[in-house]
């Protein structure tokens, strides 16, 4: 089970952290990843991955050097951290895991999704 929270209304310009707790899963044995999903029926959107021991990560580059992607094995948690949010980012945020990174970074397939978390980007 991955249970994502740190949602919420920020201003653009502002940061947000999200995260993504697992449980029921070896957590340090798994890659994960963010994606995202616009309303108005977009489509579901790749944000960044971490492989299993953090030594490779991917990044949209829609997101780069605003997005860090993390995560704390001892708390079986990833984080993504958000800074100079834009409009553009507001979306739910979903975490995902998979033991294979290629299904999370490439693919964007993971075998385990989270129930998503609402980031409003607005005024």
């Known amino acids: 089970q991955l249970t994502e929270s740190g949602g919420g209304l920020v201003q653009p310009g502002g940061s947000l952290r999200l995260s993504c707790t697992a449980s029921g899963l070896t957590f340090d044995s798994y890659a994960m990843g963010w994606f995202r999903q616009a309303p108005a029926g977009k489509e579901r959107e790749f944000v960044a991955?971490?492989?299993?021991?953090?030594?490779?990560?991917y990044v949209a580059d829609s997101v780069r050097g605003r997005f860090t992607i993390s995560r704390d094995d001892a708390k079986n948690t990833v984080y993504l951290q958000m800074n100079s949010l834009k409009p553009e980012d507001a979306a739910t945020y979903y975490c995902g895991a998979d033991r294979v990174f290629r299904d999370v970074a490439v693919a964007r397939n993971p075998d385990y999704w989270g129930q998503g978390t609402q980031v409003t980007v607005s005024p």
């Open positions: 991955a971490i492989n299993f021991n953090g030594a490779t990560i």
